[in-house]
């Protein structure tokens, strides 16, 4: 049998939520749809199209992916939560997010179109469920801010060191390897051929996708340790790093004895896609090496206790 979950002040949340609240659900779903479905196509042959925001669908994918698993597995675990609604904070937060959105459309400001996308789901959930609630869902709303393009002028500070860095670092690889390498700022010259590291290789949108990936599987995942998650966190950028540089590494070697065809061709797209695998890859490596380094930790401190 199911129960209202938003009858009123004081009730709880209960798993005949969807079942109890369709209508009014649909309803809200619509009103996102209209608002922010033309804002996502535009988003898609627009600033997500380009190298630099390429992460952006991949991200607001996830977070929408983690509501919906945050949703079910409160229901499963049975879980209830006051539901107290806070109309001033509900509705302030939702007009805030509303006016950015409209500022942002009209302006065509990129930054508040789809960054208001937060305070809308937020307010939202403060005026129907209350803080309890929203803050069950904290980690999809942070996950939203990875979708939102930044600023170029910002994303040209923080990517040519990036480039620079990649450089360098296949460089090395490549001279230690034996092969005729030098380098010029972010161009490479490996034998007849010159290649510059781009945007794409440098690491920023594949940094905000494995940094939001890496903190999701975090999340499903409910590490009990306080440490094994923060250096997780922390090692997913110098694993994108190294990602990059065997991105960069693996396209120089395939122009060096195959020709630019190749090196520039499909396996460059490709290279992108072994990029993100051999990312997850070693995150998942590193996550194993930290379990084993916390359960050590642990035993050692429990020696030490008794």
């Known amino acids: ?4 979950l938003f009858a009123g002040p004081g009730d709880r949340l209960a798993p005949g939520f969807w079942a109890a609240n369709r209508m009014a659900l649909l ?15 535009d988003f898609i042959h627009g600033p997500w199209r380009g190298d630099r925001n390429s992460h952006g669908p991949i991200v607001l994918a996830l977070s929408a992916w983690y509501f919906y698993f945050q949703t079910r597995r409160l229901a499963s675990q049975g879980e209830t939560f006051q539901v107290r609604p806070a109309p001033v904070a509900g509705w302030t937060v939702l007009v805030l997010g509303l006016l950015a959105y409209v500022v942002g459309r009209s302006q065509s400001l990129a ?3 789809l960054g208001s996308l937060l305070p809308v789901l937020l307010g939202l959930a403060l005026l129907l469920a209350g803080p309890a609630i929203a803050r069950r869902y904290w980690f ?21 060191p990036m480039k620079l860095a990649a450089s360098w670092g296949a460089e090395f690889l490549m001279y230690t390897l034996g092969y005729p390498i030098a380098r010029a700022g972010v161009i490479l010259q490996i ?10 290789c440098a690491g920023l949108n594949s940094l905000f996708t494995l940094e939001a990936l890496g903190l ?25 790093y190294c990602s990059n540089v065997i991105r960069i590494l693996i396209l120089a070697l395939l122009t060096y004895h195959f020709g630019d065809d190749v090196g520039q061709g499909f ?32 035993r050692a401190r429990g020696k030490e206790a008794a």
């Open 1 to 4: 049998m199911s129960r209202n």
């Open 27 to 41: 309803a809200l779903a619509l009103g996102l749809a209209v608002l922010y479905v033309p804002t996502i196509i």
């Open 111 to 113: 930054l508040l179109e």
């Open 140 to 160: 999809a709303f942070f996950l939203l801010l990875f979708a939102v393009p930044l600023p170029a002028s910002i994303v040209d500070v923080i990517t040519q």
């Open 191 to 200: 034998g007849p051929y010159q290649l510059m590291v781009a945007d794409a």
């Open 216 to 240: 999701l599987y975090m999340n499903v995942v409910r590490h009990e340790s306080v440490f094994r998650n923060i250096a997780l966190a922390i090692l997913i950028v110098p694993i994108s």
């Open 267 to 298: 396996m460059h797209e490709f290279s992108g896609m072994a990029l993100f695998l051999t990312a997850l890859m070693l995150i998942v490596v590193v996550d194993g090496l930290l379990r084993t380094l916390s359960l050590r930790w642990s």
